[in-house]
C-alpha cells in the first residue's frame, strides 16, 4: 500500500508535543472513568483470557482499569510517552506497571505479552513511524494484537487541536496485513460510537499464525 512520505523530523516533532504540555492538554481532557467501556473490554477478556496484556500509548488507564478486573494488575503494562498520564496510572489501576517509553521503541521482550493492544495510538504516528510502531507491537506479542483508530480507506491527513500533520486515517486493519501476511490472523473487527464513549472508532483483532 502506497504510502506518502514526510519530512524528516516529524516522529520529533510529535513525541515532543505528547511528553509535553499538548500532550498533558490531552491528558487533563481524557481523566473522565470511561465507565462505559466495560462493555468492550470484559466481554472480550472473557473470551480469549489472556494470563499478560500491555497498552501501547495507555494514557490514564481508562481501557486497562476494565482489564484489570479480569487480569491481574501486576501482569498488565501499561506504555506510555507523556509522565503525567503514567503518573496518574499508578494512581488510578494500582499495581500496573507503567513504562515512560515511545511507542516505535518498546522496552519488552520478543513475544512476552499475550494481548498486545492501543486504542486511538496509530492515527497520531507519522509515516516514518508508523511501520515501527506497527512492528513493536507485533514483536512483544505472544498472541494477539488490538487496535482501534479512525479508519479510512485511503490516508487522510488531519489537523488535531490546532496541530497539523497530527492525525491520519487509513485503513489500519489492511497495513496489518499488508505488513504481516504470514504472522498476522484478522479475528474479529468491529466499530465503537460517540454513545458508547468512544469516537467514531474502528477496531481489528488480530492472533498470530
Avoid at 467501556?37 to 472473557?46: F, H
Avoid at 495507555?58 to 503525567?84: F, M, P, Y
Amino acid at each position: 500500500m502506497a504510502r506518502t512520505k514526510t519530512k524528516g523530523g516529524e516522529t520529533a516533532r510529535l513525541e515532543t508535543l505528547w511528553a509535553g504540555a499538548f500532550g498533558n492538554a490531552y491528558v487533563d481532557r481524557n481523566v473522565s472513568p470511561g465507565d462505559a467501556r466495560a462493555e468492550l473490554w470484559l466481554p472480550l477478556m472473557d473470551e480469549f483470557e489472556p494470563d499478560t496484556v500491555l497498552e501501547v500509548g495507555c494514557g490514564v488507564g481508562a481501557n486497562l482499569q476494565w482489564i484489570t478486573q479480569r487480569v491481574e494488575a501486576k501482569r498488565v503494562t501499561g506504555s506510555d510517552i507523556n509522565a503525567k498520564a503514567l503518573r496518574l496510572l499508578d494512581r488510578r489501576v494500582p499495581g500496573v506497571r507503567g513504562v515512560n517509553a515511545p511507542a516505535r521503541e518498546l522496552p519488552l521482550a520478543d513475544r512476552s505479552v499475550e494481548f498486545v493492544f492501543c486504542m486511538g495510538l496509530l492515527m497520531h504516528q507519522p509515516d516514518e513511524t508508523l511501520d515501527k510502531v506497527m512492528s513493536e507491537m507485533v514483536r512483544v506479542s505472544s498472541r494477539y494484537v488490538f487496535c482501534g483508530e479512525y479508519s479510512d480507506t485511503d490516508t487522510v491527513e488531519d489537523a488535531y487541536c490546532g496541530q497539523e500533520r497530527a492525525l491520519f486515517r487509513r485503513d489500519y486493519g489492511a497495513l496489518f496485513l499488508d505488513l504481516f501476511p504470514y504472522d498476522l490472523n484478522l479475528v474479529r473487527e468491529g466499530q465503537l460510537r460517540p454513545e458508547e464513549e468512544w469516537d467514531v472508532v474502528t477496531w481489528w483483532l488480530f492472533e498470530r499464525a
